[in-house]
Every structure is written in structure tokens, then in C-alpha cells.
T-cell receptor, first 112, second 110 residues
Framework: DGGITQSPKYLFRKEGQNVTLSCEQN?????MYWYRQDPGQGLRLIYY???????QKGDIAEGYSVSREKKESFPLTVTSAQKNPTAFYLC???????????FGQGTRLTVV | GENVEQHPSTLSVQEGDSAVIKCTYS??????FPWYKQELGKRPQLIID?????GEKKDQRIAVTLNKTAKHFSLHITETQPEDSAVYFC?????????FGKGTMLLVSP
């Protein structure tokens, strides 16, 4: 189903904890992205990676970290420095610029 | 960087009416303009896209127009149906990342 999988679907975090969201794709895409979605805010870019072992900050990178050790995987860690982490997180992948981006089914993170 | 503005934020129509959503972009180097549909609780999915060497593209009930000079592009949905109800996002990119608009919630009433 689309070849890009996020897990878990729902995640609860206590204040002060780091949590890691998983994103795996089997589409052989070079580029991968993390977006945050809040009501009325659209899709805001957190981090992106266009090649293994390289990634760049997006518009709202503070309080987040990523790694890209394998082409297929682009995990996102939400650190305790992110003051308002409750949101819907979407991972996406692309073959390259100017091509269709495929999205995972999303992870809904809630701070409890 | 690129900035994409999308209007309206909410659009309510009666079944059978047409719906138009408009976007403007800031970077004249952008040359790819996709539209995504996101149903409640689901992932965004591409419904149509257009490149800067084309002024209009149509796929059944949906069409997209692009005005490069004015830096704006629009999504047109004709003969709307209740299943068209969703959030629609426009986006723009050059050869790098996609920048998305804030979305339009389309409500189609039977």
C-alpha cells in the first residue's frame, strides 16, 4: 500500500521523554521527508534527506533529530526540547525533485 | 525560500456545483505544482500535477491551470460529489523540496 510505512500509528509521550517515529520505504526513493501537520497549518517541513548519510533542516527543525543510515529508513526523534510535540507526523519519499511524493499513513503523537 | 499561499481555507458547495481552489507561489524557479487530497485521518494522495511547460491539464472532473507570469495556479473540480469532501493541498517545487499551502477544506453537501 504505497510502499512507505510509518509506525506506530498512535504514540503517547510523557513530558521530558524522547520518542522515535519510524519511517520505512521500499520504493527505492532517494529523497525522504518529515512533515508535521497541525489543524489549519498545512504541512510543515521538519527535516529532509536527499541521500544516505546526509540530511537538512526544514522550517521547524528545533526539538527534532533524524538519521539516514540506510536508503530505506528515515527515523525521526522528537526530543524533550520540543515544547509542543502533540501533532500528526507524516513521512514522505520521492524519487527526486519534481516527482510525486508518496506519504506514509502518519503517526499521531500525543503528550500525556 | 518558496512561499505558497492557498485560498480559501474552507469551501462549501452543493453537490453538482463546481469548486475552485487557488494558490500563489513566490519563487519563479519553481516548475512543478502538484495537488494532494487528504481524507479525514488518512495520508495525502496526489490527484493531479502540472509542470511549468504546460498551462492546463485535465483528468476527468478535475483540472489544473497554471499562470507562470502571475505565479498562480488553480484546481477546478466540476460536478462535485460528496466523496470529494476532503482537505486539498497545493504545493510547489523547483528541483528540491515541496512547499505546501495550508490547505482547503472542501465540503460537498448532498
Amino acid at each position: 500500500d504505497g510502499g512507505i510505512t510509518q509506525s506506530p500509528k498512535y504514540l503517547f509521550r510523557k513530558e521530558g521523554q524522547n520518542v522515535t517515529l519510524s519511517c520505512e520505504q521500499n520504493l527505492n526513493h532517494d529523497a525522504m521527508y518529515w512533515y508535521r501537520q497541525d489543524p489549519g497549518q498545512g504541512l510543515r517541513l521538519i527535516y529532509y534527506s536527499q541521500i544516505v548519510n546526509d540530511f537538512q533542516k526544514g522550517d521547524i527543525a528545533e526539538g527534532y533529530s533524524v538519521s539516514r543510515e540506510k536508503k530505506e529508513s528515515f527515523p525521526l526523534t522528537v526530543t524533550s526540547a520540543q515544547k509542543n510535540p502533540t501533532a500528526f507526523y507524516l513521512c514522505a519519499s520521492q524519487m527526486g525533485g519534481n516527482t510525486e511524493a508518496f506519504f506514509g499513513q502518519g503517526t499521531r503523537l500525543t503528550v500525556v | 525560500g518558496e512561499n505558497v499561499e492557498q485560498h480559501p481555507s474552507t469551501l462549501s458547495v452543493q453537490e453538482g456545483d463546481s469548486a475552485v481552489i487557488k494558490c500563489t507561489y513566490s519563487d519563479s524557479a519553481s516548475n512543478y505544482f502538484p495537488w494532494y487530497k487528504q481524507e479525514l485521518g488518512k495520508r495525502p494522495q496526489l490527484i493531479i500535477d502540472i509542470r511549468s511547460n504546460v498551462g492546463e491539464k485535465k483528468d476527468q472532473r478535475i483540472a489544473v491551470t497554471l499562470n507562470k507570469t502571475a505565479k498562480h495556479f488553480s484546481l477546478h473540480i466540476t460536478e462535485t460529489q460528496p466523496e470529494d469532501s476532503a482537505v486539498y493541498f497545493c504545493a510547489a517545487s523547483g528541483y528540491s523540496t515541496l512547499t505546501f499551502g495550508k490547505g482547503t477544506m472542501l465540503l460537498v453537501s448532498p
